[in-house]
Nanobody
């Protein structure tokens, strides 16, 4: 199983970016998916998660600015980030709890995509 994250880049404060995470490989079912981020010198933190049924959790620090969604038919998850701030700068990782075709449920991580918010 592979998770491919994309969409990061350099953006000015107040700008927007949309991250994507596509899952591929030995997949029977994708359960919960989520975005996490890690800034230099800080612990990795949850940004937002979305369950198979569409239940969403969002960190207080991004509530009202970021929106998570998923397109199950494409095994893809998105993070729409608006009103970006310098403190949003980090490497963003996607995570998915996946049931493989062997019916084993395992967590998988993408490779990370860098978001830099700077003028």
């Amino acid at each position: 199983v592979q998770l491919q994250a994309s969409g990061g880049g350099l953006v000015q404060p107040g700008g927007s970016l949309r991250l994507s995470c596509a899952a591929s490989g030995n997949i029977f079912e994708i359960n919960q998916m989520g975005w996490y981020r890690q800034a230099p010198g800080k612990e990795r933190e949850m940004v937002a998660t979305i369950s198979t049924g569409g239940s969403i959790s969002v960190a207080n620090s991004v509530k009202g600015r970021f929106a998570i969604s998923r397109e199950s038919s494409k095994n893809t998850m998105y993070l729409q980030m608006n009103s970006l701030k310098a403190e949003d700068s980090a490497v963003y990782y996607c995570n998915a709890l996946i049931t493989t075709r062997a019916l084993l449920m395992e967590p998988f991580w993408g490779q990370g995509t860098l978001v830099t918010v700077s003028s």
